[in-house]
């Protein structure tokens, strides 16, 4: 708790402090050397170097200034020391960097201003402080990062305290006074805890005993009550839950049947089970499940004894299945078995009351209506007032309960039978003759059922308790109670429309309670009222909570705002406060400005000296922490440091970080992506333009792109006329020609081919020794010379190609050029399938031998408007053709 904590703490508010001494206080930035008796932070040493420093909170890394600090740091003998409160600002007694000074979760206080003297640590709390307040008697405090403080000042005001505060004296009048320490959390809960948990700096809520839930909101199962109480001792379970009221539900049974697997029967302490009469093991080894031999399970679950007479009888109808000996079957009921008559020797049939004995017959024992024999136990009925049992007639109780037995006296059936399911004991009120057996009342149970109303039932009924005496007897309620518990008089629910509050019947529930199922609840502890058991269903809030938001009741507002008790609600503080107890630029308790110090609740101008700064987190600048000349020392008393103001410049090569290398690399694949598509782009419009030329050249079909399409559909939107195609070049023309003539050849060569064949299919003559037609290879030009022979094409014979008649005589030759056919369009090129460009078809002069007939022939037909195409010879005169093959 707090109140031990800090016992220590607030007992120097009149001790005497250590006299200040010449020393260096450092922040990360600047450093200042004086005269202070500040002990907040840590001490920096290193083998080395003559001078200390004292760390004020911040982190520390190896570029910090000035050059002192830095190699105070960066030495490999640094060693700190921690003040109170600072125990974590390193993993032990050597520096890591970075280093972060920081004060631990919790508060620490100082007996003077500017937070000197010998300070005393308290870190949070781990169970609620409930209603109690400490009092401070310090000068200034520092608090850790995310940690509040609830104080009360004056007069029973309630403060938050959201920053270090360096000197109590210029708080606000609304904060001045004594002070005293109402609660303390870290504020790094979300959401927010109950009144019942405590936020811990990691930021999770810790629960006291008995609590549960994110926030601590509800209880534990098993506890009870706004305290989360344990459930009484001797109860399986009660009414548990933050609104419950500890009633005993269940209590505790020792000895359940089920525990030592049986279901009819007593536990005991070793472990076996005692069954109730008419039970036995059943044949799966249960204890206790089976009806014993003579009875038969009822439609009450009851093990029944069967008729007089009857060995065996069914479950459920109790039908005889086998009689005794001297025994037979009713005829008219199933489940009777009537005794043999007794008879004498000579077959005379003896009286009731009698036996047959010899020739005669001798009278029953006094105990029998009917016998087979002179003793009790040879009884067939017994007699009045005694009943079978174990093949024996004995008395009964005024009860009716039979002797040496928890059986009941059974008129119908002149035995001892069961009392009935799960009972043990019973007996039959002003027990006569006359009685039934469905007049038996149980007076015990077997462990885990309760009696009502002579029944074992496994739990009292509606309009019934649980009698607290014997925790067996269910009692009936008092009259004005539809269901109560303890005692008749304690209501849980009422009649006439009354609420139950308390035990009692009210016309309305009285406040922190609410209407639920006839009965007034108790609000949830954080709610002072509510509209429902939660904590977030509280409609106003308590003094230690007053803060209302969202249904929840919360203890204090955000720390930019104040509470303000005349609306109840949270307020904004003056933009030159970060934290405020009131309205107005004159109640703030901290700066939100890192140029200003608080001074009597106002925010000033700090007007630090020796070119200082205000400290973060401090609220003072660095030389109101540390005095230059203190009194009663002359100026120049203080030695001289190196390296005290000089700035550390370091030259430190920055490492890329992740992404920056991510995105050159990305960079440099898309310019490598947008060469390599430019170079393919202009690749393919090279390769289209030649295709273009050679389809065209062709006269091969176009395929048109989307561009055509488009310009096509717009000149039919449009209206517009196809543009005329441009005039082709001579060259194009001349590739065009080129290509007609070859096709020409490649037919006539096709055609002579098949004449050929013909002719020596129907010639008489002996094969030509000239090489075959089969030797002639198309390859890609217009040559007709075979590679491997000397041997040229003779044609075959015009008659047998015209008549289809077979020459008897021999047949003339055609005339069969030896030179190679050149083309038609020069005298120097060959022809050729192979397509070239059309500046292949340039005239060139050619220095050959003088041309022959042939090819004087071809000049003049090349030199004609349009070349005959034609391959047959007209049968007609050529009036004196110059054709070398028409000679």
Same mark, same amino acid.
């Given at each position: ?440 009342? !149980? ?8 009696? *009502?109303? %002579?029944? @074992? $039932?496994? &739990?009292? #009924? =509606?309009? /019934? +308790? ?24 304690? !209501? ?8 139950? *509050?308390? %035990?009692? @019947? $009210?016309? &309305?529930? #009285? =406040?922190? /309670? +609410? ?34 938001? *969202? ?11 104040? +509470? ?324």
């Amino acid at each position: 708790m707090l109140s031990s904590i800090l016992a220590a703490t607030f007992a120097f508010g009149a001790s005497v402090v250590a006299q200040s001494s010449s020393s260096v206080v450092c922040v990360a930035g600047q450093c200042l050397q004086g005269f202070s008796n500040v002990t907040l932070g840590a001490t920096l040493s290193a083998s080395g170097i003559s001078t200390d420093v004292l760390l004020l909170p911040g982190q520390y890394t190896s570029t910090t200034s000035p050059e002192l600090l830095h190699e105070l740091l960066t030495s490999s003998s640094a060693k700190l020391s921690p003040s109170t409160g600072f125990g974590n600002s390193s993993a032990g007694s050597s520096v890591a960097l970075p280093l972060n000074i920081a004060l631990q979760p919790g508060i620490a206080i100082y007996p003077q201003a500017f937070y000197s003297g010998q300070g005393s640590y308290s870190s949070l709390p781990t169970s609620p402080v409930g209603n109690t307040s400490i009092p401070i008697s310090a000068s200034s405090f520092a608090l850790s990062g995310n940690v509040w403080a609830a104080v009360s000042a004056g007069s029973n005001s309630r403060v938050i305290l959201w920053n270090s505060v360096p000197d109590v004296s210029q708080l606000p009048a609304s904060a001045s006074g004594s002070l005293s320490l109402l609660n303390m959390q870290s504020s790094s809960c979300s959401p927010a805890c109950s009144g019942n948990g405590i936020c811990s700096a990691s930021g999770t809520c810790q629960c006291p005993s008995g609590f549960t839930g994110s926030s601590c909101e509800s209880c534990s199962s098993g506890f009870f009550g706004p305290k989360c109480q344990a459930c009484p001792s001797g109860c399986t379970s009660c009414d548990d839950g933050i609104s419950g009221t500890g009633r005993c539900l269940v209590p505790v049974v020792a000895n359940l049947p089920s525990s030592c697997n049986c279901i009819n029967g007593e536990c005991g302490s070793n472990g076996q089970c005692t069954c109730i009469a008419g039970w036995t093991s059943a044949s799966n080894g249960t204890q206790c499940a089976a009806c014993a031999a003579g009875f038969f399970l009822d439609t009450n679950g009851n093990c029944e004894i069967c008729q007089l007479g009857c060995q065996q009888c069914a479950d459920g109808s109790g039908d005889c299945i086998t009689c005794s000996s001297g025994f037979t079957q009713d005829g008219n009921d199933r489940t009777k078995c009537d005794a043999t008559p007794q008879t004498t020797s000579n077959g005379t049939v003896c009286p009731d009351g009698s036996y047959g004995s010899g020739s005669t017959c001798a009278i029953c024992s006094p105990l029998c209506t009917t016998c087979t024999g002179p003793n009790s136990n040879n009884c067939v009925i017994c007699g009045s007032g005694t009943y079978k049992f174990n093949g024996s007639c004995i008395t009964t109780s005024t009860g009716g309960v039979c002797q040496g037995s928890n059986l009941i006296a059974n008129n119908n059936k002149h035995e001892c039978d069961t009392c009935g399911p799960k009972c043990t004991t019973c007996q039959i009120s002003n027990f006569n003759v006359a009685s039934t057996v469905d007049q038996a009342q !149980c007076t015990g149970c077997l462990p885990g059922f309760v009696l *009502s109303q %002579g029944k @074992c $039932v496994t &739990s009292c #009924p =509606s309009g /019934t +308790f649980l009698s607290p005496q014997d925790n067996l007897t269910c009692t009936a309620c008092s009259s004005s109670c539809t269901s109560c518990a303890g005692s008749a008089t304690t !209501c849980l629910t009422c009649a006439n429309n009354l609420l139950a *509050s308390n %035990g009692q @019947c $009210v016309n &309305s529930c #009285p =406040s922190n /309670t +609410f209407s639920s199922s006839g009965a007034c609840v108790p609000c949830h502890p954080d709610c002072a009222t509510c509209s429902g058991a939660s904590f977030n269903q509280c409609t106003s809030c308590n003094k230690a909570l007053p803060v209302l938001t *969202s249904g929840r009741c919360l203890a204090t507002c955000s720390q930019n705002q104040y +509470f303000d008790t005349t609306s109840s609600t949270c307020q904004s503080c003056d933009s030159s406060c970060a934290s405020c107890s009131g309205a107005g630029p004159n109640s703030c308790l901290a700066c939100s400005s890192s140029s200003q110090v608080l001074r009597g609740g106002t925010c000033t101008s700090a007007n630090c000296t020796s070119g200082t700064s205000v400290v973060p987190s401090l609220g003072a600048c660095l030389s109101e922490l540390v005095v230059l000349t203190p009194s009663g020392t002359s100026s120049g008393a203080l030695p001289t440091i190196t390296g005290l103001s000089t700035p550390m410049t370091t030259t430190t090569t920055q490492r890329l970080q992740w992404w920056e290398i991510l995105l050159m690399a990305l960079g440099c694949a898309f310019i490598f992506v947008a060469f390599l598509w430019c170079w393919r782009r202009r690749a393919r419009k090279q390769r289209a333009k030649d295709t273009a030329a050679f389809a065209s050249a062709k006269a091969l079909p176009h395929k048109h792109n989307w561009r055509w399409h488009l310009v096509r559909f717009g000149e039919r939107l449009f209206g517009h006329n196809r543009r005329h195609p441009r005039p082709e070049t001579e060259e194009i023309s001349l590739w065009k020609l080129r290509a007609a003539e070859e096709a020409r050849h490649y037919k006539e060569m096709d055609k002579l081919i098949g004449a050929h064949e013909h002719s020596r299919s129907g010639s008489s003559r002996s094969p030509s020794p000239l090489p075959s037609l089969h030797h002639y290879k198309r390859r890609g030009s217009h040559d007709y010379s075979d590679a491997h022979s000397s041997n040229r094409l003779s044609a075959g014979s015009m008659y047998s190609q015209v008549t289809g008649m077979v020459r008897t005589g021999p047949e003339p030759r055609q005339p069969v050029k030896s030179n190679l056919l050149s083309s038609r369009f020069s005298t120097t090129t060959l022809g050729s399938s192979v397509p070239k460009k059309p500046n292949v078809l340039k005239r060139q002069p050619t220095p050959s031998k003088p041309p022959t007939a042939a090819e004087e022939y071809a000049a003049s037909v090349r030199q004609s408007p349009e070349p005959d195409t034609s391959y047959w010879i007209t049968p007609t005169d050529t009036g004196g053709s110059r054709n070398p093959f028409r000679k």
